[in-house]
Nanobody, 122 residues
Framework: VQLVESGGGVVQAGGSLRLSCAAS????????MGWFRQAPGAERELVAA???????FYANSVKGRFTISRDNAKNTLYLQMNDLKPEDTAMYYC?????????????????WGQGTQVTVSP
C-alpha cells in the first residue's frame, strides 16, 4: 500500500488548509484511516480518524476546527483544517490500518505516507 499526502504549506493563524492522502489500495473503502501529526521533539499524535462506516474521532485540540472525510471512489482521505493556530504546526501523516477499527496509538497502523508539513505563523 502506498499513501501520498499533499496540501501542506505555510498559512497565517486563522487560515485554512485541506490535506489529501491518495491511497493505492484496492480495499481502501474498508480500511480505518487516520491523520497524525508530529512536531519536533514531540511524540506522534492522532489528530483525526475515520472508519469504514464513516465513524470519526477527533483529538480535543482540533474538535470543531478540523474535519476528516474520505472519498472511496477516489481512494482519497482528506483533512479540512480551519481556524489554524501556531500550535497546529507539525508534519502531518496519513496512516492506514489493514484490519479493524481506528486506534489512537500510532503503533496500531500498518502503512504510512511520507508526510506533509503544515506551518502556521502567528
Amino acid at each position: 500500500v502506498q499513501l501520498v499526502e499533499s496540501g501542506g504549506g505555510v498559512v497565517q493563524a486563522g487560515g485554512s488548509l485541506r490535506l489529501s492522502c491518495a491511497a493505492s489500495d484496492n480495499f481502501f473503502s474498508i480500511r480505518a484511516m487516520g491523520w497524525f501529526r508530529q512536531a519536533p521533539g514531540a511524540e506522534r499524535e492522532l489528530v483525526a480518524a475515520i472508519n469504514s462506516g464513516e465513524g470519526t474521532f477527533y483529538a480535543n485540540s482540533v474538535k470543531g476546527r478540523f474535519t476528516i472525510s474520505r472519498d472511496n471512489a477516489k481512494n482519497t482521505l482528506y483533512l479540512q483544517m480551519n481556524d489554524l493556530k501556531p500550535e497546529d504546526t507539525a508534519m502531518y501523516y496519513c496512516a492506514l490500518r489493514r484490519a479493524g477499527d481506528y486506534w489512537v496509538s500510532w503503533r496500531m497502523y500498518d502503512d504510512w505516507g511520507q508526510g506533509t508539513q503544515v506551518t502556521v505563523s502567528p
